[in-house]
């Protein structure tokens, strides 16, 4: 079973900041929190991943709170292409272990 | 884009025909899964393989088996198939190193299964 809580689904303005809510309260401390989207049918794509520290790339920004139970994906300048659902996923660091989906936020960018 | 290639990408068969699904790597990774994607059900892990001839079952496993005779190749089987296995199926494959030990999985672009 997942062990995250996301929204069903979110609206957000074209231009505007997207900012996707997950929770895993009961996420072990070597367990990362990993993020993946998968837009329409194709593949999911990987997106960014922490531990403890906020982390940011060329995609987003992830923010975990000091008590690891919560974090936010924040998209900054959300477009139509960031359409899709969004996955927040709690993982031992640990390379055969699976990744186990749950339902995630559908994101729809509203022009 | 990580190099993940998945055949057939659609197949339309009968039920109680064999079927094989391959996934094929390049990046030599060592770690590949196999997920099946239903509407009301997301991604569902069926096998994985943590290296050539290791793997190991997923959640959903029953009706399927799986090879990795290679580091490359990861088949999979579906012995006799059922229409409930009419679904989308995805190739993923992860790596880790020690700066990186939480490998991120990277996905194929899947392959469409119809079962009549």
């Known amino acids: 079973d997942a062990k995250t809580t996301q929204p069903p689904s979110m609206d957000c303005a074209e231009g505007r900041a997207a900012n996707l809510p997950c929770n895993h309260s009961t996420i072990s401390g070597n367990e990362y929190v990993y993020w993946y989207r998968q837009i329409h049918s194709q593949g999911p794509q990987y997106i960014i991943h922490g531990l403890k520290n906020n982390e940011t790339n060329e995609m987003a920004s992830l923010i975990i709170t000091e008590d690891r139970k919560s974090s936010t994906l924040i998209l900054p300048h959300a477009t139509l292409r960031d359409t899709a659902v969004y996955y927040c996923i709690v993982r031992v660091n640990s390379g055969n272990t699976p990744l186990v989906f749950g339902k995630g936020t559908r994101l729809s960018v509203i022009a | 884009d990580a190099g993940i290639t998945q055949s057939p990408r659609h197949k339309v068969t009968e039920t109680g025909t064999p079927v094989t699904l391959r996934c094929h790597q390049t990046e030599n990774h060592r770690y590949m899964y196999w997920y099946r994607q239903d509407p009301g059900h997301g991604l569902r892990l069926i096998h994985y393989?943590?290296?050539?001839?290791?793997?190991d079952k997923g959640e959903v496993s029953d009706g399927y088996s799986v090879s990795r005779s290679k580091t490359e190749d990861f088949l999979l089987t579906l012995e006799s198939a059922t229409s409930s296995q009419t679904s989308v199926y995805f190739c993923?494959?992860?790596?880790?190193?020690?700066?990186?030990?939480?490998?991120?999985?990277?996905f194929g672009e899947g392959s469409r299964l119809t079962v009549l």
């Open positions: 393989s943590y290296g050539v001839k290791d793997t």
């Open positions: 993923a494959i992860s790596e880790t190193t020690k700066s990186n030990p939480a490998g991120e999985l990277f």
